[in-house]
């Protein structure tokens, strides 16, 4: 009878560890990480700007970085939902959104305000 308890104890532990295990991976979200994101077509011509995206406590937050003046600016929101996110930011005076879907693990399609269409990849260490 001991063996048994001992027996049903550790398989308790051990269902207990792997839901754990899974619930904090579910909860990591696709979008984190540094991005490389290339916005075609827009006034001042093709840009490159990179993301950096964080999760905590389930809310996303982040921030853009200028790579010609490594300016680094806070990210005034960030939706997702369904098919990707949404990032909010001010450039130039202007209230600016992007919206990202994935592609795959490392690549993101999507579009700046609704009318210049960008690409974007994921900034590997």
Partial sequence: MRK???VL???????FITTKTNAQTAATNPFTGK???LAKGIPGGDKHILFTIAETDGKLSGTMTDPES???TPLTKIDKDD????IYFTAQGYDVSLTLQ?????????????MFECTGERVKP
């Fill in 4 to 6: 048994f308890n001992l």
């Fill in 9 to 15: 104890a550790c398989l308790m532990a051990l269902v």
């Fill in 35 to 37: 991005w490389d994101v």
């Fill in 70 to 72: 490594k300016a680094e």
């Fill in 83 to 86: 098919k990707g996110i949404v």
């Fill in 102 to 114: 994935k592609k795959d693990d490392d690549h993101v399609t999507g579009s700046m305000m609704a």
